[in-house]
C-alpha cells in the first residue's frame, strides 16, 4: 500500500569549513614573517583557501615579491592567481598578465597567457613568462622587446 520515496542521498566531497570578510593571513618561519596573504573575502576548504581579491606578498627570498589578482587560490605552497594578474618585485621588475601560477617552493612564477613585463624602461610583451624569484632567469615565447640603451660618454 505505501510505497518508499526515493530519496537522493548527496555525498558532498568539497564543503567550505568557513568565511572570512576582510581575510589577512600570516605565515611564519624561523627567519620571521614569511607570507602576507590578503583578500576581501576567503573561503577556507580542507585543502586551501579560495580569495577574492588577492594580495599575495612571499618575504622568504632574497627579493620580496608581491602578486595581486581578482581571485586567488592557495594550496600546497602553490598560489594560482586569476584575473588582472600584477607580479611586482621589489628590485622593479613587473609583469602584468591574466593568470598566473607561484611556486613559494621553488620561487617560479609562470603565466602561460599574453604578457606584459617591465623593468625601468624597458618593456617585454609575450605568450608565455617562467621567471625564477631565486635564480632571476626569465623564459619567454614569441617575446617582443624594447630596450633604453643608455649612451655612454
Known sequence: ????????????????????????????????????????????YADRYTIADMDYTDNSKKYIANMVSDFGVYKNEIVELNGHVAYVREDGLTFKS??????????????????????????????????????KKIYSKNVVAIYQLKEEK
Open 1 to 44: 500500500m505505501f510505497k518508499p520515496m526515493d530519496v537522493k542521498i548527496h555525498h558532498f566531497k568539497d564543503v567550505p569549513l568557513f568565511e572570512l570578510s576582510d581575510f589577512t593571513m600570516y605565515e611564519l618561519n624561523t627567519a620571521g614573517l614569511s607570507t602576507i596573504l590578503l583578500g576581501s573575502t576567503s573561503t577556507r
Open 98 to 135: 591574466q593568470k598566473a601560477l607561484y611556486n613559494k617552493k621553488t620561487a617560479d612564477v609562470i603565466s602561460d597567457t599574453k604578457y606584459t613585463a617591465y623593468l625601468n624602461d624597458n618593456i617585454v610583451t609575450g605568450d608565455y613568462i617562467k621567471y625564477n624569484n631565486i635564480s
